[in-house]
């Protein structure tokens, strides 16, 4: 018994190894080689912004650690490791230009599945139009809002090794265009045996081209006009991470994690965090991702209770934009906690 799920978590490793190594450079793919040539060619960028403070926090280093609420944004296969057996989870990021990025999600988990639910919406709030002749407004506004919505289900192959998916439909509104796709998400996150080591990948975002729907505005006297918009690929990204705590004391602990990054449209990262756990009450982190051109750090803290069989946490995250200033994050995880309960006993200590 053990050594087939030793194979079977081995198989499943290679798989996901060679889903990594082997992804042709064209058009659709999951993953594209040669990142850094496609800069600024992917559709649907609103789906790579980050929800929750402490993924945030950790430098995104999260591939490995998504057991929370979060879970199905990251790995939906941490979904199946949650501390409880139900998850609310809730996230606001003020961005940048004053708009606002809101998240929710929801899973439920059994002994061998997991189900879950996510949405996430950007608000622009209105915004000046302009054209050639009235560089200062024409006086009239519009809106571009995204939004997207996601359901996920996650299987535990051995009590070590577990798979997820997700499939979700993106919309973008743009004035009074529209542009609509359906994507998915792979996952995979398998505990090594050595303390609470673990590994996680994940494929995030991939599909067909998207392209928006109608047809383009009218060319000015002198043009031919285009008969359709032009197609984009999906921000499609990849990632492998290991993380692992370390007990400095019997309260006191650190955790540490790493991911590697690879979208389709740019080059890839390394990401890299540490979490401080003082009594896992209060935790204190930071994190850093390489290859930007600026910005990359970020830093932030995070409080945790248990009041009532129900696991409360609130983070915060503050991330470096650079030119586009800093970005601020919070998040609440919720997780009932299951008990068996005590049996009730009666005279002489028998039940």
Known sequence: MVGT??????????????????????????LR????ENAGTSSAQFLRIPVGGRAVALGQAYSALSTDGA??????????????RSNYFASHVAWTADIDVDYAAYHRRGQNFAQGLMFGALRSGDILRTDELHQEGTGQYFDANQFFVGASVARAMTDRFS????LKYFQENLDQYQTKAFLADLGILY????????VGFTVRNFGGDIRPAGSPPAAPDGYVPAPEFQSFPAPTVG????????????????????????????????RMGGELAVRRQLFLRAGYETNRPEGGLAAGFGLQVE?????????????????????????????????????????????
């Open 5 to 30: 799920r030793a194979t079977r978590s081995c198989l499943a490793l290679a798989a996901a190894s060679l889903l990594w190594v082997a992804t042709p450079a064209r058009a659709g793919d999951m």
């Open 307 to 351: 009041r009532h069989q129900l696991l409360i946490r609130v983070d915060y995250a503050y991330s470096d934009m650079g030119s586009f200033g800093v970005i601020h994050h919070i998040s609440v995880d919720l997780s009932p906690l299951w008990r068996r309960p005590q049996a009730v006993t009666g005279e002489g200590g028998q039940p």
């Open 239 to 270: 990632a492998f991470g290991a993380a692992k705590t370390w007990d400095l004391s019997p309260k006191l602990s650190l955790l540490t994690t790493a991911d590697f990054n690879h979208p389709s449209d740019y080059s890839e990262s390394f």
């Open 191 to 198: 505990y090594v045996g050595v303390g609470d080591m673990r």
């Open 33 to 36: 080689l040669f990142g850094e």
């Open 71 to 84: 879970a199905i944004f990251w790995n939906p296969a941490g979904m199946m490791r949650s501390p409880g």
């Open 163 to 166: 798979i997820g998916a997700t």
